[in-house]
């Protein structure tokens, strides 16, 4: 049996969004940090849930309360933990609204009679941990989370926004599967529990469950194509990895979360390293003295404004191991450095070719030469003939 771990901890996307806004938001970071408009949203989510819910308490309902606070010892929350049953919604399902120092548990539907006692501590153990991953590090993941969805929601959202904010809440998911665990000690109770909630059903069998992903995963590679929650059998299999210690389970859980992303489909973190990487391989395709004429080099600087050509081998080796989309992306790069300076002649055309070869998009550029350049089979023919 592995040892149970102890404690959670925010998953790498958390980690990396976080510290990207702090870096590169400060403004809308210390905006949404001020406390005045903390204390509005606490008004805010008071009303509502005093207008939309049943408001439950430890007298009568004493066997809510005891898996709360068996939740809250096996987590280590301290915060004053409030209870409530949705009135109109009709689905099972649970969730949490969070407050300084306070955590208000909303069920919806007919869970608390699907659940055992154990699975319902596995439930309040996972809505727990959502307003665990909101208090760590003075609640920098808050502000996270609330600056993500703001973003997403705005008119002026790009595709990068989005993204960001759907991941983030892919992650959060999966880390609060890791609290409904820590609350019962049983892989297969915090199981059963996500299963009934998402299915409906009184019976299931976790273990049944838990081999049905596996069997998924051995046949396949599947990501997440859902906006909030992963894919029931994802949660199921990503938690099994996080019990067992899986050596691979931040890669396996990047797989799930945003394999082969498109351009389209990048995080803002993402997105500053994709950019990073441009930088570096355009100060080695433009190393040569020869490259670096007066056209060529205030062409790069429309893309960087302090850029300074350097050699750098490495990246051609990074940029193979990007997906498809990413190196078809850099053919269409190369294609502005053969045009954009006419006295060069061929030159840049035989060096892209090089490079092409070397990230595996050859045909997708030669097909860019010939389309958008007009350059002509038989003098793509002797470019490619002088290269090899």
């Known amino acids: 049996m592995p040892q149970m771990p102890k404690t959670l901890t925010p998953l790498p996307q958390h980690r990396d969004l976080a510290d990207w806004l702090r870096r590169e938001e400060k403004e809308v970071w210390s905006w949404f940090a001020t406390k ?53 919604a009709t689905a099972p399902n649970a969730a949490v609204c969070h407050l300084p120092g306070e955590a208000h548990v909303i069920f ?18 996972h809505e727990l941990a959502h307003h665990h991953l909101w208090q760590m590090e003075n609640g920098d993941f808050y502000l996270a989370d609330r600056i993500l969805h703001s973003a997403a929601n705005h008119p002026a959202a790009e595709p990068a926004h989005a993204q960001s904010a759907r991941v983030w809440r ?121 490259y670096q004429t007066e056209a060529v080099m205030a062409h790069a600087r429309l893309f960087f404004l302090e850029f300074k050509a350097a050699a750098d081998a490495t990246i051609i080796t990074e940029l193979a191991e990007r997906p498809a989309s990413h190196r078809e992306y850099v053919a269409q790069l190369m294609l502005d450095f053969c045009a954009v300076d006419p006295d060069l002649d061929d030159a840049p055309i035989e060096r892209c070719l090089e490079f092409a070869r070397d990230l595996e998009c050859l045909g997708t550029f030669e097909k860019l030469l010939t389309k958008e350049l007009k350059v002509k089979a038989k003098v793509l023919k002797k470019l490619k003939e002088a290269m090899a």
């Open 170 to 290: 892919l992650a959060t998911e999966l880390f609060a599967d890791r609290g409904a665990y820590l609350a019962t000690g049983s892989l297969e109770t915090a199981v059963a529990g996500l299963v009934k909630t998402t299915t409906g059903l009184a019976q299931v069998s976790a273990k049944s469950y838990l081999a049905q992903a596996e069997e998924i995963f051995s046949k396949s590679k599947p990501k997440t194509d859902q906006l909030t929650h992963p894919e029931t059998f994802i949660r199921a299999r990503a938690l099994q990895l996080w019990v067992e210690e899986d050596v691979s389970l931040d890669e396996t859980i990047a797989r799930m979360l945003d394999f082969d992303e498109g351009l389209d489909d990048l995080t803002l973190v993402q997105q500053a390293e994709l950019a990073a990487l441009t930088r570096r391989f355009l100060a080695h395709l433009l190393s040569p003295d020869w």
């Open 36 to 88: 005045e408009r903390e204390a509005t949203d606490a008004e805010q989510v008071r009303l509502s849930l005093l207008r939309d819910t049943y408001r439950m308490d430890a007298e009568a309902h004493p066997e809510v309360f005891r898996e709360i606070e068996a939740a809250c010892e096996a987590l280590g929350i301290q915060a004053k933990v409030h209870a409530y049953q949705a009135q109109d």
């Open 108 to 125: 919806s539907g007919p869970i608390l009679s699907l659940l055992s006692s154990d699975e319902l501590r596995g439930v309040i153990g």
